[in-house]
């Protein structure tokens, strides 16, 4: 089935601009969603449909998809964004539903 | 509101069966998606199993033919029925609605331990 990459970890300075990266073949044809989870806690939904925010969410956070690269950005990083940050689609071939491996931020 | 609580997590021997459940609120199990997401101790999250509003299931590869999802409309609550348990099984797990035909996962419960031991 079909497979989302991420890198395990990254890192970003307070107040600078975080991007997180999920790759796939073609995934700009794909709608790609992305959630947030702090240690300890259940996921919570960040952006969907590659560049929409649910209510709630901050402005900071935004999403992009084009060719092979889906891009979650974090403007203006806080203490409190720290967390594992996982994309998410639906594959039609399968009917299956996957998950990228994750993506550790740190805010330091 | 929406909201979703597990429950029925627990020890279980290699082998062994449980049932957890899902307790739907603000929304109805039987017109929208409910799924069941897995998180291994220090590991990502992995999709399990999905009930469509038509009644329709699908599974991941690695539960078909040893879990079952159901719903009871109801009682407005969605199970995971999972037999033939292994370690590998040991998990958190999350039940998650998405609206009827969409893909997103908008709302999660707080999930359920389930640990496979001997």
């Known amino acids: 089935s079909y497979v989302l990459t991420q890198p395990p970890s990254e890192s970003v300075a307070p107040g600078q601009t975080a991007t997180i990266t999920c790759g796939g073949d073609n995934i700009g044809s794909k709608s790609i969603h992305w959630y947030q989870q702090r240690p300890g806690q259940a996921p919570i939904l960040v952006v969907y449909?590659?560049?929409d925010r649910p209510s709630g969410i901050p402005e900071r956070f935004s999403g992009s998809n084009s060719g092979n690269t889906a891009t979650l950005t974090i403007s203006g990083a806080e203490a409190g964004d720290e967390g594992d940050y996982y994309c998410?689609?639906?594959?039609?071939?399968?009917?299956?539903?996957?998950f990228g491996g994750g993506t550790r931020l740190t805010v330091l | 509101e929406v909201q979703l609580v597990e429950s029925g997590g627990g020890l279980v021997q290699p082998g062994g069966s449980l049932r957890l459940s899902c307790a739907a609120s603000?929304?109805?199990?039987?017109?929208?998606?409910v799924s069941w997401v897995r998180q291994a101790p220090g590991q990502g999250l992995e999709w399990v199993a999905i009930v469509y509003a038509s009644g329709t299931t699908y599974y991941a590869d690695s539960v078909r033919d040893r879990f079952t999802i159901s719903r009871d409309g109801p009682k407005n609550t969605v199970y995971l029925q999972m037999n033939s348990l292994r370690v590998q099984d040991t998990a958190v797990y999350y039940c998650a609605r998405s609206e009827i035909s969409s893909s997103v996962f908008d709302y999660w419960g707080r999930g359920t331990l389930v640990t496979v031991s001997s």
């Open positions: 603000g929304f109805s199990v039987s017109n929208d998606f």
């Open positions: 449909e590659d560049d």
């Open positions: 998410q689609m639906w594959d039609s071939n399968s009917d299956h539903w996957v």
